[in-house]
């Protein structure tokens, strides 16, 4: 099979780009399709949606032979993680705010899998959870959403913030 390098524009967060590029592969994840491409030194995920224009060139390529497709992007996947929610808040949950919590997606259902239940047991089951958070806005918003079933233990800067909009919402509710 002779790999064809391609052009590009693609519509990104940031604008608009051409690229000339190495295809490499295709993944449908979520029900969207995603294109894997390497662009000089990078490997790009590009969102085939966004992909603005195309054209395959003339000049060919050797496709790398290490390069496994399914094990790239779970790599990828990984760092966008990483990436996506350098930061840990740790939260007191009780069992039904774990299972709210799970469900806001793979970060939070693996947090609350790795859970530690307080001892003793009491009868709401409170355990810690340590959560990756994409910010402290983010991280209040998230302890909102679970109330009254979860509070933010640290960072103090998440407290603080839950403590603030909590105490403007009671405020805003109490008055007619």
Not at 30 to 59: C, D, F, H, M, Q
Not at 103 to 117: D, L, R, W
């Amino acid at each position: 099979m002779e790999c064809r390098r391609v052009e590009l524009r693609y519509l990104s967060w940031k604008g608009e780009r051409d690229w000339k590029a190495e295809p490499l592969g295709l993944v449908l994840t979520g029900g969207s399709w995603y294109a894997v491409a390497r662009a000089g030194a990078p490997t790009l995920t590009l969102k085939v949606a966004n992909i603005l224009a195309l054209s395959v060139g003339e000049e060919s390529f050797e496709r790398p032979a290490d390069f496994e497709l399914a094990t790239w992007w779970q790599a990828s996947l990984q760092r966008f993680e990483r990436e996506l929610r350098p930061q840990v808040a740790v939260l007191r949950v009780t069992a039904e705010g774990r299972r709210r919590l799970a469900e806001k997606g793979s970060y939070a259902a693996q947090a609350v899998a790795a859970a530690v239940a307080e001892k003793p047991a009491g009868p709401q089951r409170w355990a810690r959870v340590n959560l990756p958070i994409e910010s402290v806005d983010q991280a209040a918003r998230l302890v909102m959403s679970l109330a009254p079933e979860a509070e933010a233990v640290a960072p103090a800067a998440v407290r603080e913030r839950v403590a603030e909009w909590a105490g403007q919402l009671a405020q805003r509710h109490a008055t007619a």
